[in-house]
């Protein structure tokens, strides 16, 4: 390099980096700092710095590159396990993460922005395939060429791959072989002006990342040319080309590089004159937090700063992010799901419920027949052989939106409830923790009373360190105390409960250096199971392990000392395969329970939580049933008062009631009794003695002999050539009836209601009236229920009709005919008739904006439990019996459900 190029290359990197003032002496760093407590102290000071710099736009201030500083910041907060979407000046301001979204192309104009930009953002814990509106890495790769790399330039392909790899995505051999083919004979990488340490290092990581190991000839060549960098203070300099003071910058990034290749930074090798280069990186930082260039050039610096902190926490480039892990483990998952929508092993509730953590519709995971996971979880209630299975089912059926009152043929809470012993407390006769625990997830899930004696009982398990073992008297383990730890918090045992505080003090003594959980106090290795229930029971008691010092550890023994601070998350993402999956420890390869374990953990949700939609349907019945007369019927506004019975009696079917114990007073009527009274003068056509039919079969009363009447003949009796009368309504209720008789339809009578299908794709009520949602929701049901395929050309037609009828809130009109104003009544219907013909109504094709139609159902109910017609029109017991079906995704004909199908020996 010539004399002239030097020099100007010394000139831009000093006004770069600094620009020149004293401030005064600061205090001298301790010799050496290992405590992961101090660490932090020095980046929590450094942080609170660097965000008092914050421009109003959310940038980082810089000469020229406040994006590329902004993203320096991001690195530096995610390093810190900091969440950096709410760094902003103020709440009406923008954030960091806003002014980079602004900046996406103005910035990424090559592959070394584009790389460094993407590896950011994965830090930062968002999604790369959707940032600012653009696929960061779908941006990368457009910088790629045709040989397979990132252009001549040795940064471009190392921030190229540093950013693939945090993505996860796979890296060109053409880009790694350019790297290695561009290694200078000293060692060193030349940036285009010269070689130096900061690009050295930044290759060192990138190749390292890319699966080279720290034996590889072009490592180690690479850190004996930074081992001719280090000054005396044990500090790197930019390069001795120019001088030979060490400077912030060099060496935080070469710190980097050793800790990316395995080195002790304060081994022998390592140390010039008893000073190493971690403690020489602390000398650079001013009494103010922030960190200078170089000591001769005492003044605040920004760069400095925001580069010394993942140095300081021993944390190389890239920075593994979440969205990533996220991505590879559920398509791992997908991959692993079986024909009939399951997954082995028996993990699938466990599947339903990590999957429901994340968000995931598991209406739409459907193996190759066809079935999704909730159908076949709903097949496995008649297997249940215990309360804990019964618990975890319940609670995975709740959480996934779906329903354990009716799962398949199933009661699950009836069949927890009956499990209970109320003279101990326990769900469980041979005191196993498991099945108690997992028993209150199911009640709590759906929003069932939990027993006090239930809570006192798991409790008075705790063992005398802290913890819980699988049974009462069984050691300490991670995993069972992690469990009950998010039990007593779902059952309201506060956070600061000496019990809650107990149980993380033994988990706290469990944790390991690498940041991760074992089994139990035995254990020389933490796994991933454990580190993931960890997670989530420290995140359950109101802890967020990955923010601050309190569950951050560092290895520090003899043979091997780091800096690098390891979190619970740290070790989590570091037992990821290259496949997606987890694996349980280091070697033992690709593990399904693992990875399913691993999920919830990874976006920090506990188990378990409340279903709204349960919720919702619980409140209304609460409503409901204060609307009942003393004869059992229930106020029809309109028509006769047996119709609006039957739409409450099979609200309360769907919610898991027992209605024929509804009555007002000890001599009262129910429901049914009321009906059994008014057959003959309400049963008058098909439609009304269908709608009977489908309210008693789902009631488990017999339709031969209801009210001295045989429903099923009088039905039958309004047959003519397959038609049951002349509307839509009649055959649609007669072909639900039948369907829940478990009689046979003829083909005749299917034909009949596919020809009164209109143009546009709907079912008109009455002759002539003109289509509406209420009849085409109800249609499809009767269709589907009478066996014809949801993919029917009539299906998809009275589909596209529906889609047609939805207003902008997500909901339903009755027809846009009378107007565009979603109601209660048309969007439950809908959403009956677009569930029955296969379609989710959580799926993004029926979302409006961030809304669905059951979010727009829900909008409907207000603070007493009713729901309302239309916003403004007050408590309306139709829309509120006709909602609740829906909210629970509960299609007619409903089901007639028992509590218990299995032989269970220990129940009377």
Known sequence: M???????LLLVFVFFISSGTFLPARAAAPSILLDVHSQGTVVDRALQWVLAQQNDDGSFPSTWDAVGMSLDAVFAGAAAGVDVSNWRTDSANPSVLDFLAANVDAYATDAAKAGKFLAAIVAAGQDPWSFGNRDLVALLLGYQL????????????AWAILGLVAARESVPEAAIAFLEGQQAPNGGWDSGWGIDTNTTSLVLQALLAAGKTSSDSVIQKGLAYLATQQSESGGFVFSTDFGTEADANSTAYCLQALIAAGENPFSSTWCRGGHSPFNALLEFQLPSGAFVWKESQGEENLSATLQAIPAVLGKPFPLSGVVPALRDAVAYLRGMQEDDGSFPSGFSARAAMSLAALG???????????????????????????????????????????????????????????????????????????????????????GEPIPPEAVAWLKSCQNEDGGWGWAVGGASDSNSTALAIETLLACGVAEDDPVITHALDYLRSL?????????????????????????????????????????????????????????PLDR????????????????????????????????????????PTIKAAQKAI???????????????????????????????????????????????????????????????SASTTGKLIVGVVAAGRDPTVFGQCNLIERLLSYESEGAFGTTSLDQAWALLALAAAKRAVDQSAIDVLLGLQQEDGGWESDLGRGTDTNTTGLALQALIAAGVDPSAPAIDRALSYLKSQQSSSGGFTYSTAWGTEADANSTALSIQGLFAAGES?????????????????????????????KPGQGENLLATAQAVPAILLEVYPLREVSFVHVWLPWLP
């Open 511 to 567: 944790q390991l250096g690498d940041g991760g959980f074992p089994w139990d106090a035995t254990g020389t290795a933490s796994d991933a199971d454990s580190t993931a229930l960890a997670i989530q029971a420290i995140v359950a008691a109101g802890e967020d392990p990955s923010v601050g010092w309190n569950w951050a550890r560092t290895i520090s023994s003899t043979e091997e000392i780091t800096i690098t601070v390891r979190k």
């Open 146 to 157: 045709a040989d397979g790399t990132f252009g001549t330039s040795v940064t471009a392909n």
């Open 622 to 684: 609460a409503w409901i049933k204060d609307q009942q007369q003393e004869d059992g019927s229930f106020p029809a506004a309109f028509g006769h008062p047996a119709g609006i019975t039957l739409d409450v009696i099979m609200a309360g079917i769907a919610a898991g009631e027992d209605v024929s114990a509804w009555r007002q007073g000890a001599g009262g009527a129910s429901p049914l009794d009321y009906l059994a009274s008014v057959v003959d003068e309400y049963a008058t």
């Open 360 to 446: 995931e519709d598991l209406y739409q995971w459907k193996g190759a027949g066809g079935t999704s996971l909730l159908e076949y979880l709903e097949t496995e209630a008649a297997r249940v052989n215990n309360v804990g299975v019964a618990g975890r089912l319940a609670a995975a059926l709740a959480m996934a939106k779906a329903n354990p009152y009716l799962a398949g043929d199933v009661n699950l809470i009836a069949y927890i409830k009956r499990a209970y012993q109320a003279d101990t407390g326990a769900f469980d006769r041979q005191g196993n923790v498991w099945n108690h625990s997992l028993a209150l997830w199911g009640l709590y899930a759906s």
């Open 2 to 8: 010539n004399r002239t190029k030097k020099l100007l």
């Open 841 to 869: 109504p959580f799926a993004q094709q029926w979302q409006k904006g961030e809304q669905g139609p059951v979010d727009a159902l829900l909008a409907f109910q207000l603070e007493s439990g009713a729901f309302e017609w």
């Open 572 to 611: 989590l993402l570091a037992l990821q395969r290259p496949s997606g999956a987890f694996e349980w420890l280091p070697g033992t390869g690709d593990n399904l329970l693992s990875t399913i374990e691993a999920l919830p953990a990874l976006v920090a949700r506990p188990f378990p939580w409340q279903s």
